[in-house]
T-cell receptor, first 113, second 112 residues
């Protein structure tokens, strides 16, 4: 089965705290891609990162970092020193050999001032 | 600027009145698709297209039609809209080399 699970439906943290959004995927393919998207209150879907299955190197982009672990089929997303502007719904997604992108249900993140 | 555009952004219509939501991309992407987003259900794929004149059903194709006559355009057609098609719709395009999928700004459709 091809599946993406974001177990955290909603998270609230106080500004400046670190927060990690979990993503667990299932796929029978050895070649696949993983993505994270951000959907702010304005509604658009913003591409954040793409990672292919052969590249397990962690990625850091400013306050954002991603931890890809094939052994646990996880691709977690951490925001360091969160800000109110980080409040959004975040989606994890999987592109497999079927050439179809499967999305998780999303995690709604509230950053409280 | 590389982008996916959709029109209209907002639409209120009545049951049974045919409508078309346009989608255009300027990145020469082969792959285009339509999604709908509903509370609690996430993003669900309606239709997709691998290239010109090649389209296929996604997870929720009932009540929708698409066409891909040109590489840049992928309109979504609702021949006879019903209230259960009230939703937020996204068009997306993706190149087949780097596989980054970009989304349009969304179309919020209300069917009364």
């Amino acid at each position: 089965a091809q599946k993406v699970t974001q177990a955290q439906t909603e998270i609230s943290v106080v500004e400046k705290e670190d927060v990690t959004l979990d993503c667990v995927y299932e796929t029978r393919d050895t070649t696949y891609y993983l993505f994270w998207y951000k959907q702010p209150p304005s509604g658009e879907l913003v591409f954040l990162i793409r990672r292919n299955s052969f590249d397990e190197q962690n990625e850091i982009s400013g306050r954002y970092s991603w931890n890809f672990q094939k052994s646990t089929s996880s691709f977690n997303f951490t925001i360091t020193a969160s800000q109110v502007v980080d409040s959004a719904v975040y989606f994890c997604a999987l592109l497999n050999r079927d050439d179809k992108i499967i999305f998780g249900k999303g995690t709604r993140l509230h950053i409280l001032p | 600027e590389a982008q996916v555009t959709q029109n209209p952004r907002y639409l209120i219509t009545v049951t049974g009145k045919k409508l078309t939501v346009t989608c255009s991309q300027n990145m020469n992407h082969e792959y285009m698709s339509w999604y709908r987003q509903d509370p609690g259900l996430g993003l669900r794929q309606i239709y997709y297209s691998m290239n010109v004149e090649v389209t296929d059903k996604g997870d929720v194709p009932e009540g929708y039609k698409v066409s891909r006559k040109e590489k840049r355009n992928f309109p979504l057609i609702l021949e006879s809209p019903s209230p259960n098609q009230t939703s937020l719709y996204f068009c997306a395009s993706r190149g087949l080399v780097y596989n980054e999928q970009f989304f349009g700004p969304g179309t919020r459709l209300t069917v009364l």
